[in-house]
């Protein structure tokens, strides 16, 4: 003789649970059937990632005598650095600012230490989030000076 086991559903002969009951095989078709709605009306609901999901680099290169060379909007800092190079026309050319999903800026200043000989003039790069915020924080590093070039990546 078969006893009802705890769950309420007796046991078959080999020891595994008989039929699931209706009331329990309603709620998994139901589900199934939710779920194969869900997988074909919520690939074309999601919207793509937002553009600031990703990150845009850029930098300026700057010569000695003044002459620059920037990259925008690259998908790494290297590749950032190595376009800003490429640009600047001179062989001397030293990347001062690399940023990312922000703002970069080049100021000169006769009495600072920073890179550069044009006229005694020498060069400090920062970065920030704004184009003003770049250029204040080169100001800052170089206590003064002259904005030469600056540029801003696609925010990300």
Known sequence: MLQ????????SASGSRGPIAPRKLFIVIAMLFVASIGAVIVPGAVAPAPAHAQT???????SGDGSWGR???YPSAGAANRAAWNECPRTDCKVVATFANGCGAVIKHTDYWGFGSEGGSKFQGGIGRTQRAAIADAQRRARGGSFVVGGCTIRG
Do not use: D, E, F, H
């Open 4 to 11: 009802r086991s705890s769950k309420g559903v007796a046991p």
């Open 71 to 73: 990259a925008l909007n």
């Open 56 to 62: 845009y680099y850029g930098a300026i290169a700057i």
